[in-house]
T-cell receptor, first 111, second 114 residues
Framework: GQQLNQSPQSMFIQEGEDVSMNCTSS?????WLWYKQEPGEGPVLLIA?????ELTSNGRLTAQFGITRKDSFLNISASIPSDVGIYFC???????????FGTGTRLKVLA | NAGVTQTPKFRVLKTGQSMTLLCAQD?????MYWYRQDPGMGLRLIHY???????AKGEVPDGYNVSRLKKQNFLLGLESAAPSQTSVYFC?????????????FGSGTRLTVV
């Protein structure tokens, strides 16, 4: 099945550093979602984006809907240990109701 | 708010045994989904439902069956479990995605088939 290209696959960073990750698709999407999954739990929605160029923040997290509508970006500023987890992007094309998920970025924060 | 509740949380099956995973949502969502998550594979859609009484195949439906007899419940069945079905299974629900909003996921069922 179709999946999004999400990068990087994993990151090890020091506490306090900023984090950037992205998701790209060969298809144009109308909606981008970003989820976080902590160990032993299901993914939890962080940010939803509905318009090309849109920039939305949720605390220290900021996500952008790419101008081409084929990509999206997530930034985390001043990382803390509780940011550890797997971050998933998901996109939905016009006329469809299913989201396609990326393979995830595994983030580890070193105190 | 309970959101999406999955039962059981853990299960060990012997090859060939059958079981049913239960998913219940209390948000009056029309759409429900079953995913499996394997290391390095992300989330793969098994089956989904766009409303009570409807079901449809996702990308990896073989070996699974589903039923949506009530709007709030979505059941995933394994008729004859195989080791390849060892995975973490997530249920999710959503309103019509065309109306905005994303999926709400349950906390998962970890299934091991020996």
């Amino acid at each position: 099945g179709q999946q999004l290209n999400q990068s990087p696959q994993s990151m090890f960073i020091q506490e306090g550093e900023d984090v950037s990750m992205n998701c790209t698709s060969s298809s144009i999407f109308n909606t981008w979602l970003w989820y976080k999954q902590e160990p032993g739990e299901g993914p939890v929605l962080l940010i939803a984006l509905y318009k090309a160029g849109e920039l939305t923040s949720n605390g220290r997290l900021t996500a952008q809907f790419g101008i081409t509508r084929k990509d999206s970006f997530l930034n985390i500023s001043a990382s803390i240990p509780s940011d550890v987890g797997i971050y998933f992007c998901a996109g939905r094309a016009s006329g469809t109701y299913k989201y396609i998920f990326g393979t995830g970025t595994r983030l580890k924060v070193l105190a | 708010n309970a959101g999406v509740t999955q039962t059981p949380k853990f299960r060990v099956l012997k090859t060939g045994q059958s079981m049913t995973l239960l998913c219940a949502q209390d948000m009056n969502h029309e759409y429900m989904y079953w995913y499996r998550q394997d290391p390095g594979m992300g989330l793969r859609l098994i089956h989904y439902s766009v409303g009570e009484g409807t079901t449809a195949k996702g990308e990896v439906p073989d070996g699974y069956n589903v039923s949506r007899l009530k709007k709030q419940n979505f059941l995933l069945g394994l008729e004859s479990a195989a080791p390849s079905q060892t995975s973490v299974y997530f249920c999710a629900s959503s309103p019509n995605p065309g109306q905005g909003g994303g999926y709400t996921f349950g906390s998962g069922t970890r299934l091991t088939v020996v």
